[in-house]
């Protein structure tokens, strides 16, 4: 079991820069893959960002060249840069993981709110 522990939310004004932190209970090396997804209201649940554990990295058209995903193997937490954020960002942001051992486990945080104000 992988519990996910997001922080780093909060109110900005558009322009500006957030930082999210997602803590995993367990040792990242053994999560095949980590990232951020984010819901906005009335909307499906979309992909923001994923790093696997080989390094590739995927982002969302919306935020590529403004939003950095990243990962510290030995704190076990994976980031979020969010720069030059837009009111269309605001969202509740969802940590997710992903184990392959005999079949695929999906885990996610809590989630963390991020509202852009105009």
């Known amino acids: 079991q992988v519990q996910l522990v997001e922080s780093g939310g909060g109110l900005v004004q558009a322009g500006g820069s957030l930082r999210l932190s997602c803590e995993a209970s367990?040792?990242?090396?053994?999560?095949?893959?980590m990232g951020w997804y984010r819901q906005a209201p009335g909307k499906q649940r979309e992909l923001v960002a994923t790093?696997?554990?080989?390094?590739?990295?995927n982002y969302a058209d919306s935020v590529k060249s403004r939003f950095t995903i990243s990962r510290n193997n030995a704190e076990n937490t994976v980031y979020l840069q969010m720069n030059s954020l837009k009111p269309e960002d605001t969202a509740v942001y969802y940590c997710?993981?992903?184990?392959?051992?005999?079949?695929?486990?999906?885990?996610w945080g809590q989630g963390t709110q991020v509202t852009v104000s105009s």
């Open positions: 997710y993981a992903f184990k392959i051992t005999m079949k695929k486990y999906d885990y």
């Open positions: 790093i696997t554990s080989g390094g590739t990295i």
């Open positions: 367990v040792n990242i090396f053994t999560i095949n893959g």
